[in-house]
T-cell receptor, first 114, second 115 residues
Framework: AQSVTQPDIHITVSEGASLELRCNYS??????LFWYVQSPGQGLQLLLK??????LVQGIKGFEAEFKRSQSSFNLRKPSVHWSDAAEYFC????????????FGAGTRLFVKA | DTEVTQTPKHLVMGMTNKKSLKCEQH?????MYWYKQKAKKPPELMFV???????INESVPSRFSPECPNSSLLNLHLHALQPEDSALYLC??????????????FGEGSWLTVV
């Protein structure tokens, strides 16, 4: 069965520092992978997605993610974190056929310190 | 700004009340979804509508009753809820359900408290 693992429940980084949030997936075929962000009290906003092609994907708000098939990973990165990036981040996978079901990871809460 | 609009943003209801959550999208999407999200947890799929027909019910209790009056609207009717049903209810939409690469667009959610 498809699954998504986000190993870090929460991460704290200093403003201006770089960020990497980890995501590992379990899926036999080519996965469709997404990163969503959820600010407190808000819905989910799509940051970026990977379907195929270039394994380095650019998203909104300066985020990027790299798909590594050999490591079954899709880690999210940002070179310089801003205080407004503090939020919950969800990695998600959609199965390859009949793709109505998005499976979310447990989420990583990002704290940004001044 | 999200293009999926949910009302109300906050709802407090008693266990004997009947209320509804409403969702609207004008992106021409033909798939709409209800998710439930408890605090510090990821969203959990409840229902999927595809072309205005219910295609997935994730074993949701009958006290939750979805309705899709047209391709732009999705309702969730609530009756005889329990306090443990208190959560953030998220509506979402996508172009359709047949393509795995469809991006799901979420609304900002309706916070439901059952007292």
């Amino acid at each position: 069965a498809q699954s998504v693992t986000q190993p870090d429940i929460h991460i704290t980084v200093s403003e201006g520092a770089s960020l990497e949030l980890r995501c590992n997936y379990s899926y036999g075929a080519t996965p469709y992978l997404f990163w969503y962000v959820q600010s407190p009290g808000q819905g989910l906003q799509l940051l970026l997605k990977y379907f195929s092609g270039d394994t380095l994907v650019q998203g909104i708000k300066g985020f990027e993610a790299e798909f590594k098939r050999s490591q079954s990973s899709f880690n999210l990165r940002k070179p310089s974190v801003h205080w407004s990036d503090a939020a919950e981040y969800f990695c998600a996978v959609v199965r390859g056929t009949g793709g109505f079901k998005t499976i979310f990871g447990a989420g990583t809460r990002l704290f940004v310190k001044a | 700004d999200t293009e999926v609009t949910q009302t109300p943003k906050h709802l407090v209801m008693g266990m004997t009340n009947k209320k509804s959550l409403k969702c609207e999208q004008h992106m021409g999407h033909r798939a709409m979804y209800w998710y439930k999200q408890k605090a510090k947890k990821p969203p959990e799929l409840m229902f999927v509508y595809s072309y205005e027909k219910l295609s997935i019910n994730e074993s949701v209790p009958s006290r939750f009753s979805p309705e899709c009056p047209n391709s732009s609207l999705l309702n969730l009717h609530l009756h005889a809820l329990q306090p443990e049903d208190s959560a953030l209810y998220l509506c979402a939409s996508s172009q359709d359900t047949g393509y795995s690469g469809n991006t799901i667009y979420f609304g900002e959610g309706s916070w439901l408290t059952v007292v």
